[in-house]
Each structure stands twice: as structure tokens, then as C-alpha cells.
């Protein structure tokens, strides 16, 4: 229980009590809604582990990959550009 303490009122025991319910609550959403989550997600749609690469990328292979990608999303960019100027 809450002890008097010189100069601190009742209402700081209220407002604390107020502040564990409202976490309490979020807690309980919280849970509530992930719960949700797990009965959408079927274990079925986890990716195989067994199939994935052995082999991992180095940095400098990662950084090729990832620079291929910006490249082919650029120029994906110009192609849908000329696209629409083709339409008008």
C-alpha cells in the first residue's frame, strides 16, 4: 500500500494505479492482436530453411548485387518514363 511521505498527496498513488491499468490495457491489446497475427500466418508459408544458399555473399559481392538492383530499378524508371510519353 502507499505510505505518506512528507509533501507527496494521495493523487500521485491514484495516477500511478491509473498508469499500470493503462499499461496493462495496452498489454493485453497488445497480445490480443498479435494473437490475431499467429491465426492468419499459417506455419506453411515460413520459407524452407533446408533450400536456402549455403554459400553467403562477401561485402563486395553484396555491394555488386545491391548496385545491380539500384541500377535495374533506374533504369526500369526511364523505360516507364518513355512509356507514358510513348501514350500521350
Known amino acids: 500500500m502507499l505510505e505518506a511521505v512528507p509533501g507527496q498527496t494521495r493523487a500521485v498513488g491514484n495516477v500511478s494505479a491509473g498508469r499500470r491499468i493503462a499499461h496493462l490495457v ?14 492468419t500466418m ?5 520459407p524452407d530453411v533446408t533450400k536456402l544458399p549455403q554459400k553467403l555473399l562477401s561485402k563486395d559481392e553484396q555491394q555488386g548485387k ?9 533504369s526500369h524508371q526511364t523505360e516507364a518514363a518513355k512509356e507514358i510519353e510513348k501514350s500521350r
Do not use: D, F, R
Not at 495496452?26 to 491465426?39: K, N, T
Not at 545491391?66 to 533506374?74: F, P, S, Y
Open 42 to 46: 499459417s506455419l506453411a508459408q515460413l
Open 66 to 74: 545491391v548496385n545491380e538492383m539500384i541500377a535495374k530499378g533506374q
Open 26 to 39: 495496452l498489454g493485453a491489446w497488445a497480445a490480443a492482436a498479435l494473437s490475431g497475427c499467429s491465426e
